[in-house]
Structures are given as structure tokens and as C-alpha cells.
């Protein structure tokens, strides 16, 4: 968690210069990247909130995404990642939308991904979608991996 906490902390002092906000919607990191979002003392000027995104009920409900709308798309793709870091972006009325979606493993998902795969995006004054592989079946390793490099995205696309 302290390498999150560090990424999140030099993500939060540019959004807390520029007087920017974020929001976040997450499905296999299961909460780290909100967690170290919120973990830098004074989160409250920047982090407007998040969804967990683990199911499709919670598509559904948090993300305000119904199942017709997810005509040709799947989860755990960079076109649903986009989807969603400009839906949570909009629910929150956010300066930046962050999003990730994946398969932590041990096993891969129903959509023929291996263990390890996770799509990011932004959303904002920078759009940006990225696919990680980590080629891991550790579950908890890949949930780290995931929320790190999502953090790194978004601050990269700040720091532009």
C-alpha cells in the first residue's frame, strides 16, 4: 500500500494545485486505487468518489449502464474502460474519470482473458486507455500491479 500511497500522493498535489477533481471506478482492484487516493491527508479537495464495479448488477446500479448499452462491448476491455472512466467522470461531475477493469487471477475470466489482464483509462483534459499483462496468477500481486499503474496513467496524463 505505500507504493500506491506515494503515487496517489503526487497525483493529489497536482490536482489539489490546479483545484481539480477525480473520480473513480473500479472493478478488480476492488477499492486500492480509491484507497490510496484517499489515504493523502486532505483528499476531500480532490476525490469526489468512487464505485466498486465487480458485477454487472453493480454496472448496472453505480455506473447507470444497462445491459443495452454494453451492446458490443465486454468487460475487461479498453473500449469498457474507456466507457466507464467517462461515466464515473460524468456521474461525479469530475475534472478526471479513472477507471480499471481485469482478471487478478488465480484463474482467468468468462471472456477468455488470462489471469493478470487489466484495462485502464482516463478521462479528462487528457483521454488515455492502457492494457496491462502481467503474465501473474497472483491474485493479490496483480490487484497492486493493477492499482499502480492505473495511478501511474492518471498521473501521467496530469503531468501533460
Not at 124 to 129: D, K, L, T, Y
Amino acid at each position: 500500500m505505500k507504493d500506491l500511497v506515494g503515487i496517489a500522493e503526487k497525483v493529489a498535489a497536482i490536482l489539489i494545485e490546479r483545484r481539480q477533481t477525480v473520480a473513480v471506478a473500479e472493478s478488480s482492484t476492488g477499492g486500492l486505487i480509491s484507497a490510496s487516493l484517499l489515504a493523502v491527508p486532505g483528499a476531500s479537495a480532490y476525490f469526489l468518489g468512487s464505485a466498486v464495479v465487480y458485477t454487472r448488477d453493480a454496472r448496472r446500479i453505480l455506473m447507470d449502464l444497462p445491459d443495452e448499452g454494453m451492446k458490443g462491448l465486454r468487460s475487461a476491455s479498453e473500449p469498457y474502460a474507456k466507457l466507464l472512466a467517462s461515466q464515473v467522470r460524468q456521474r461525479f461531475a469530475s475534472d478526471w474519470g479513472l477507471s480499471e477493469t481485469g482478471a487478478t487471477g488465480p484463474t482467468g475470466n468468462r471472456y477468455g482473458d488470462a489471469a493478470g489482464h487489466s484495462c485502464m483509462a482516463v478521462a479528462g483534459p487528457q483521454q488515455a486507455v492502457f492494457t496491462l499483462e502481467t503474465g501473474s496468477a497472483d491474485r493479490q500481486a496483480n490487484m497492486q500491479k493493477f492499482a499502480s499503474t492505473a495511478l501511474g496513467l492518471l498521473l501521467e496524463n496530469l503531468s501533460k
